[in-house]
């Protein structure tokens, strides 16, 4: 069984051990979704808050197991083993017995007793002040994420806590991730995972945390905010956590011990869901924006990753993760403001929807044919130049310069952006011989991923949707957690042979298309640069300005 | 009496001498208008043809004069004089009588025997062939016409004829600009203007036109075309050219001898119809494109001008001429391929049309408060660059960007266009203190006079619509070449100071707004010079892969 925490709701599915297909099931939405105007019941929040309410992941065990175990028609001592993942970095505030604060009648209405949730974007301030203090201590970690710590990460939050409720910190006892509580919960042991734990919060394999020293340059009062609240013991993916406890057990009907493995991260988990265990394939998650990963035999330093983690996608191999900021963001942004009444009447005289037509008229089109080029910093820059503060270019327009054209313009931008990140990992060392992509957005749009082949010169295999295959990954790392002596797989590779596959659907690159978008991807790095590293920074200036025009 | 002869019509109008009021008009369509796809009757043209059938412009003088004398309820005598302006360059070949060459039978299917209108764009090989051979030999009018001789003008096309119908050369005893050629027939006197051959045609006053040897270099067959079939003389504007042929007083309705002026270009006679007649303020004609005019009191080679001509707008001073190729035509692209739905959909509710509601939305904003700035080149860049290749920029987006903030942006983009033109006239002391606006785009679009006034730091007045200022202008020569004697004026100043008026609406620069586009300037500079002045020429070899792209 795989439980996977989204953003909106919470997924669990009943998977065959022997080929990994899913038999049954069940998503719960969270009653209380995000929170992001005002708490349930209490006050305003600020803008840039996002927060949730723990209540609602004990929920989708609660309701969602039973339905999903239901709808599986299988027995309850046929389940070997529970695996979960969560976003992150998703931190909350909890009591030594596992008490989340926001339980608690006293601390329910103080925002700062809830979980902050990956996009909570109200730590900036503290993201910086980690930054610097990082950077002028020379702290490993700021090599580790590429240069930049951001303000959707751990210690970024925990400290947002400190600087405007300290009462909330100090009645804190543990700082821990949701990945991580959620395991408590069920197995009623503390017992932290590599992944959250490497990418989100600053521990390196061998070494743990920054210094207490470190800490205290941050805060005075954070110096011991390791041993004191956070601890030092993590645990590799698929391990066994524990076993289900009986309370859980009586409530979704499952066996008591059920074998439960660590926690993981929704995208990382994703990965050998993919059939990706290996070195040399690339996995993108697309979405609203796009995440990478790929695997290394060792530790290289590449520009502007997320994160270089050991052991923190397959155990025995360094995972790398790096992203774009917005890819299917960029494409919704532009369906809703910049798509003409005459798309829009054709789509109607065709009775079809709207983005039909426009990739219809946007797949005819040879590669330069338009003209145009762009920037894909419609959200910033987060691989390789972690720039927040870039903005969106698009040159290149005529009179006779056309909707899909701009469309097609769109997509090749963020194939281009994802190629400017291979082309990072291959500088040092990583190979990215091919891809895997997943996600909701490669399914609904063909266009898009023969245009990512041809851009990048690549084959891209079409893995499953992101909720089923981070569910997938999830009773994946369970079937290890229960290994072969109870019925599951020894190592996540093994399960991974077994259970993981990608469809047949192979985009192939055409020579002729890469060979032309070889010449325009060059064209692109030049802007990239030019705008990116420091030869022009209007973007930077046009946006604070664009902040001081908007308040006055 | 003006009579002005547009792309599409020809409009007469009646004006009162004392105060310029115009007293009636009648506007006559060209029954084949722009001729571009295929000859009356005759053969398929290639793409970029743009001829105009001369008859066309006869039927205006014929149908249209007794119109507006009918309408104005004028009696014959009390029209004191007549003035004419015409599209420029637009030349046309004729036999030694004045007879178009495409009016007579052997020669109607032949292409090159008709008009080529201004905007017959056919001649580019010419006239890159014109600016070598000019550049090589450092010839004087590539300096006048701010580094490049244009394919829409008069050498241009000649030189396409000799190249690409020698036989229609051979029948040609003169080619003559349209504008010379209906005084010719409405005076009998072949009387060409100064202004057309400044502008258009390298003829220099007091130095007439380059070399035989020039000419030789181009074509050997070239060298005598000006004693041949050009002509030397050339007459000052306001001048008489001569008096109604007794065969046109018989059409329509005239007094024979009635005083006519010598022809003139559209624009440029709108200029003394704007009240300018002195150096220091500059005439903006805004339509699809803007052609920007100004006088000074001494030549100074200004950075990509169209043209410098003494005498070319008022006598006496010397008459620039710089422009911007799309400024409308931007908004009307805008307006057709990047306005989204729910624009739309807030006009069919308010039940006003889709512009005013982005005018309105756009209005609300403050300077910079988008974050976007745009180059204004989508029909590339005329002055100060000089460079057709040059293609659209927008920068800045956001995924929170709207379609008003983008519409603002494309209008300010255009005002620092004019503002760049402005500043490189003042860089040589060619004073510009404040802005005469007229056509068709001032009197729709308030928020863009109040943007032009605040980004250029300067009052900007309104006239009249083009066509009326031209057509008004031209009767103000009318007047002149009565002279006082005849009951108009000694000169057009004096002309200008009874017939020429402004409207009352003032365009004052905001100083906060003008202090904020001052910075967003600098930043328009940087982008200009670095994609315009070679730093990256991105947008020659997108376009050139365009070209190869759409033609495979």
Chains 1, 2 share one sequence.
């Not at 609660?62 to 175990?69: C, D, H, N, T």
């Not at 408590?184 to 600053?202: D, H, I, P, V």
């Not at 997320?306 to 992203?323: F, K, R, S």
Request: glycine share 10%; charged share 25%; proline share 4%.
């Amino acid at each position: 069984m795989g439980i996977d925490f989204g953003t909106e709701s919470g997924r669990v599915v009943v998977v065959r051990v022997r080929d990994g297909e899913e038999i049954a099931s069940a998503v719960v939405p969270y009653p209380d979704g995000v929170i992001d105007e005002r708490l349930p019941g209490g006050p305003r929040l600020e803008p840039d808050w996002a927060l949730q309410n723990p209540r609602d992941y004990l929920r989708v065990v609660e309701k969602g197991v039973p339905r999903a175990l239901k709808a599986a028609k299988v027995k309850t001592e046929d389940v070997i083993g529970i695996g979960t993942d969560f976003t992150a970095s998703s931190p909350l505030p909890v009591k030594r017995d596992g008490t989340p604060l926001c339980f608690l009648a006293q601390y329910r209405k103080r925002p700062h007793a809830w979980v902050k949730l990956w996009k909570h974007h109200a730590a900036q301030a503290e993201a910086n002040h980690i930054n610097e203090v990082g950077r002028e201590r020379k702290e490993e970690f700021i090599e580790v994420y590429g240069g930049k710590y951001s303000s959707e990460w751990f210690f970024s939050k925990v400290l947002q806590v400190l600087n405007e409720d300290a009462e909330i910190y100090d009645a804190t006892d543990r700082f821990i991730e949701a990945a991580d509580w959620i395991v408590w919960q069920l197995t009623g042991e503390e017992k932290r995972n590599t992944c959250t734990a490497g990418y989100k919060g600053m521990w390196i394999k061998g070494k743990g945390f920054p210094s207490g020293e470190f800490f205290r340059a941050l805060h005075p009062r954070l110096e011991n905010v390791i041993e004191a609240k956070v601890g030092t013991n993590f645990f590799p993916l698929g391990q066994k956590a524990g076993g289900l406890t009986a309370f859980w057990a009586r409530k979704t009907g499952l066996k008591e011990g059920t074998p439960i493995s660590v926690g993981n991260v929704d995208a990382h988990v994703a990965v050998p869901a993919c059939t990706v265990t290996e070195p040399g394939s690339l996995v993108m998650i697309m979405g609203t924006s796009t995440c990478h990963m790929v695997l290394g035999t060792e530790r290289q330093m590449v520009e502007g990753m997320c994160g270089t983690v050991e052991d923190g996608i397959i155990p025995g191999l360094w995972g790398y993760e790096a992203g774009q900021s917005a890819v299917g963001d960029i494409f919704a942004w532009f369906f809703e403001h910049g798509v003409p009444d005459s798309i829009h009447r054709e789509a109607r005289r065709l009775k079809v929807p709207f983005a039909t037509v426009l990739e219809k008229l946007a797949a005819r089109l040879k590669p330069g044919e338009s003209g145009l080029l762009a920037l894909d910093w419609w959200n910033g820059n987060r691989s390789v130049l972690v720039d927040v503060d870039l903005t969106g270019v698009l040159l290149g327009m005529t009179l006779a310069t056309k909707a899909e054209e701009i469309y097609r313009a769109l997509i090749e931008a963020t194939a281009f952006g994802t190629r400017t990140i291979i082309e990072a990992f291959e500088s040092k060392g990583v190979a990215v011989k091919s891809l895997v992509a997943c996600g909701g957005l490669p399914e609904k749009n063909k266009l898009l991923m023969q245009i990512y082949a041809d851009v990048t010169g690549r084959e891209i295999k079409l893995a499953r949707p992101l909720q089923t295959c981070s569910a997938l990954g999830s009773a994946m790392h369970g079937a290890v957690a229960a290994g072969r002596a109870g019925g599951g797989y020894e190592s996540i590779s093994e399960a991974a042979r077994h259970m993981a596959h990608v469809q047949k659907l192979t985009y192939r690159p055409r020579a002729e298309h890469h060979e032309i978008y070889n010449r325009i991807f060059k064209e692109y790095q030049t802007l990239h640069d030019y705008f990116g590293r420091g030869a022009n920074n209007v973007m930077k200036r046009s946006k604070a300005l664009r902040r001081k025009q908007a308040v006055n």
